[in-house]
């Protein structure tokens, strides 16, 4: 499984972005998507996750900003960023967790997101 994201760039605080993750391979609709974000010297944290029924869970920090959603017909889990604020800096990264038969997580490389204030 292969996993390409991206979208990332510049934005003034209060913009918006879209990020996309294409996923290569069979597992898509089955697998829970997910983007995490990890900011200079701090963890890799959730950011959304979007199960393959199409229901969402959301990181507390960016609850009403950001929606995530899916096109499995594309193999395509989208971010989009919203009102966003210069604490959302980060390098964002596509993860999908394979639930199928046995478990595994894969991961894009990160797209960074800088948001000036």
């Known amino acids: 499984v292969q996993l390409q994201a991206s979208g990332g760039g510049l934005v003034q605080a209060g913009g918006s972005l879209r990020l996309s993750c294409v996923a290569s391979?069979?597992?898509?609709?089955?697998?829970?998507m997910g983007w995490y974000r990890q900011a200079p010297g701090k963890q890799r944290e959730l950011v959304a996750r979007v199960f393959s029924d199409g229901s969402t869970v959301y990181a507390a920090s960016v609850k009403g900003r950001f929606t995530i959603s899916r096109d499995n017909a594309r193999n395509t889990v989208y971010l989009q960023m919203d009102s966003l604020k210069s604490e959302d800096t980060a390098d964002y990264y596509c993860?999908?967790?394979?639930?199928?038969?046995?478990?595994?997580?894969?991961w894009g490389r990160g797209t960074l997101v800088t948001v000036s204030s």
């Open positions: 993860n999908a967790h394979r639930t199928l038969g046995f478990t595994a997580d894969y």
């Open positions: 391979g069979s597992i898509f609709s089955h697998a829970i």
